[in-house]
């Protein structure tokens, strides 16, 4: 291998970029876009969800219990009725998905240490954004139970607040959430997102730019020529992965200061992985534009092959060790779900390479073989 071609077809392939203005596009444009369209659109917090409140009761009892609802982030209230029509127009028209049905007689049942029924009626037609408020709705009447059994408890026995509470309440269950404490969706889905984004961009770049040679003949230029197979994928690499790179740092500013996610990881570990999973991914991209001769087949390619490995097999909705045995097979052809362990452990976590090094070789082995068969399957010379 000479290293002087190989420079020589980079200062090529750099040249030709910064002369096309739709390759810089892409290259540059289309990561940070998919960027913000995706978080934005991925993100799962349920806030701010419409409540209409029927309150047959009209009692301070009954106006505490539905507020307990309206006073968190998770529920706003469009509208009181006493009316129940109202209600189920509200919910069909979509200005609302829960309903909480306050019957007469709650303040009165309470006082005589009756158990109350209140109907809440939720939109089911969203079936994961459903569950959610299911919860919100359960820990906030546990909550108003709690007090309720502390005021009964208190009323009848005379004790002291912290006795009632000992009886009422013995086992407190104290929950911290490690490492996204205030369960912002967009800490795992943002960084999750650079694996996908990486996956589909510098693959596309360099497959779309072999597969244009072919169409255009210019291919036989390097066909006539000494540049050997390896020297000519190089060239075409090194500039992708180049480019990859740059977008990672870029994606990576995003997520730290747009969307206001902090990286605790170490910076060197990060770039290490970026390297690799850019490296590994771009030699996928060779590999199609082996394999292919024609750039529409290249763009689908890429882009499917990128869809379905980091959205269905690299755990970004789940993890991966809940799958099923075949999709952890499928996952491990690609170098998508190692990358996303890893980010997620150093961007999240802040672990180190001490304890992603096994997903780090094997982006490094998927690279390596990746490489290997396309400079197996590229001819300088292609048939005619």
Known sequence: MNLLRVRTLVAKEVSEALRDRLYLTLAFFLPVLLMLVFTYGMTSNIDNVGVVIVDEDQTAASREYTQRFLSTRHFK???VTH??????????????????WVGSGFERQLQNGQTVKVSVQIDGAFT??????????????AQANQDLRQRYAAAQWGARSSLTRQVTHPVQLQTRYLYNPELRSVAMIAPALMMMILMMCPPLLIAVSVVREKESGSIYNIASSTVTRLEFLLGKLIPVVTIGMVNGFMLWALVAFWFDVPFRGNALSFTLALLLYVIATSSMGLLVSAAVKTQQAAIIITTM????????FAGLYAPLETADPVNQFISHLFPAADFLRVIRGIYVRGAGIEVFWPEMLAMAAYGAIALTLAHTLFHKRTAT
Request: hydrophobic share 50%; proline share 5%.
């Open 305 to 312: 092959t990128a869809v379905i490995a980091s959205m269905q």
């Open 128 to 141: 994961e954004p459903a569950r959610t408020i299911g919860g919100y709705v359960e820990a906030i009447n």
């Open 77 to 79: 209230q469009v509208e």
């Open 83 to 100: 009316a129940p029509t109202r209600a189920d127009a509200a919910l069909a028209a979509y200005q609302a998905r829960l309903l909480i």
